[in-house]
């Protein structure tokens, strides 16, 4: 089983980036997936946005809400995340994760072992 992001990069304030995580080892299709943010410094881990296994539905926490779109492709494994509008807030390090629980894709915090897989992580830098 394997999640692999890539995608980020440094950027300055405004600009946008497109995160892309390819799945493969398991049936991508039937999971949920998150995009969850975390620091290597503090630990803290935020939610960012989830997407439904079929992408009918799309989740953001507030913060991102308006700026983000998460979306999939099912046909080639593979998940984006479309950031715009970046601010330095923004700077972490990102992390697809894949889930069978609804609450851990659509809004709620969970832990790392609540997740099924997740990937290695791609640095987002947002700074002038």
């Known amino acids: 089983v394997q999640l692999v992001e890539s995608g980020g990069d440094l950027v300055q304030p405004g600009g946008s980036l497109r995160l892309s995580c390819v799945a493969s080892g398991f049936t991508f299709s039937t999971y949920g997936m998150s995009w969850v943010r975390q620091s290597p410094g503090s630990g803290l881990r935020e939610w960012v946005a989830g997407i439904d296994n079929d992408g009918s539905n799309t989740y953001y926490r507030d913060s991102v809400r308006g700026r983000f779109t998460i979306s999939r492709d099912n046909a080639k494994n593979t998940l984006f995340l479309q950031m715009n509008s970046l601010k330095p807030e923004d700077t972490n390090v990102y992390y697809c994760?894949?889930?069978?629980?609804?609450?851990?894709?659509?809004?709620?915090?969970?832990?790392?072992?609540?997740?099924?897989?997740w990937g290695q992580g791609t640095q987002v830098t947002v700074s002038s």
């Open positions: 994760a894949a889930v069978t629980k609804y609450d851990c894709y659509s809004g709620s915090w969970c832990s790392w072992d609540t997740y099924n897989y």
